[in-house]
């Protein structure tokens, strides 16, 4: 397995594949996508690519800085879980936004995918939300 950095139009198709399947891949141009120190991440097994995850500065909604990134569109296929890469991924990402003066990462998790975070060190905050047609959510966070 090997983690590769990516173009933001090559994470989409796996996005749409695993997350979004009725969305088009304009659709799932994200806010960050295309700021210049967003990381697109991509993780390969035996020359293909099962699972990719995104981060870009971004401010907590609730109480952000300046030095708080923004973990989004983190999907692996379902053949590939339990390899190793989610949590490769999760790390390059990490590395990343800390590299770059990050001092807190956040996401929108989806709930079935708490547990993972949690086991990263994330931290739920806040009552689950609803986004439409896509599921329940809970926003999480941890320090880098």
Known sequence: ?????LAAAEVRPLRQL?????????????????????????SVIDGSLVGVASVAPQPHPVDGG??????????????ARRTGSGRQLLHACLEHACGHGGRR??????????????RAGFSAEGPVFEVSDIGPHVRMSRPL
Request: net charge negative.
């Open 1 to 5: 397995m090997a983690i590769t950095v």
């Open 18 to 42: 695993v997350l979004r399947p009725h969305q088009t891949l304009d659709e799932l141009v994200f806010d960050g996508d295309e700021h210049p120190l967003a990381l697109h991440a991509g």
């Open 66 to 79: 300046p030095r708080d990134w923004r973990l989004r569109g983190m999907a692996v296929l379902a053949d």
């Open 105 to 118: 990462i956040w996401c929108n998790a989806r709930t079935g995918a708490a547990g993972f975070y949690e």
